[in-house]
């Protein structure tokens, strides 16, 4: 099943310049992110950030299906979930939507891929504005980004300045760079146009 992107930015993309990106499966454990690299490349660039960043913080963003029936039924049942294949709060995204102009409303992000990719882009742009340029060597700019992703942008600063992640932080991380490769392979077959090794959905 496939879904025209139909949200524009203000600064980003026609509805037709970003193509045709598909609504996550329905079938528990059929969705993989790395169907979206083609989409990835696209918002990543748009907002001038690493195509790379964006795959991985997608593939740690898959611990929940992503269908918008599914999301709906999520949402039902924890009111104050995230929604979208990038899992962004409703908080987060009207700071995006006002940083960038967005037109869209955050329901969007759960019927729409593409968009919701576009706007996590955006938003790790704003996370690496605030990101300072100097930081702990114990993390690459990539990882504290995709903390701040996940834990806000100030204890993304505190985790900058050596304040050790909590446990959850940690695991994030753990996974962020356990997905890495993945991503990066995604990215690559995308680039050279090979489809994904399995059958359609």
Known sequence: ???????????????????EVRVPPIRPGAYDPSDYA???????????????????????????PHHPLLERLWQWWKPEASFGVANMHRATFERVRRAH?????????RDDPGFAIHAAALHLKDLDRGL??????????????????????RNMRAFARGVPPGPMARSYLRRFRAYRSRAAEALARADRGDPRDTADE
């Open 38 to 64: 083609e989409a990835v490349m696209r918002g990543a660039e748009e907002a001038g950030v690493s195509p790379l960043l964006v795959m991985t913080v997608l593939h740690n963003e898959a611990y929940k």
């Open 1 to 19: 099943m496939t879904r025209q992107s139909t949200v524009e930015s203000g600064q980003g993309p026609s509805a037709a310049d970003r193509d």
């Open 132 to 153: 300072p340029r100097r930081h702990v060597r114990r993390y690459s700019r990539d990882e504290l980004l995709a903390l701040g992703y996940n834990t806000g942008e």
């Open 101 to 109: 102009d967005l037109p869209g409303r955050w329901e969007d992000l």
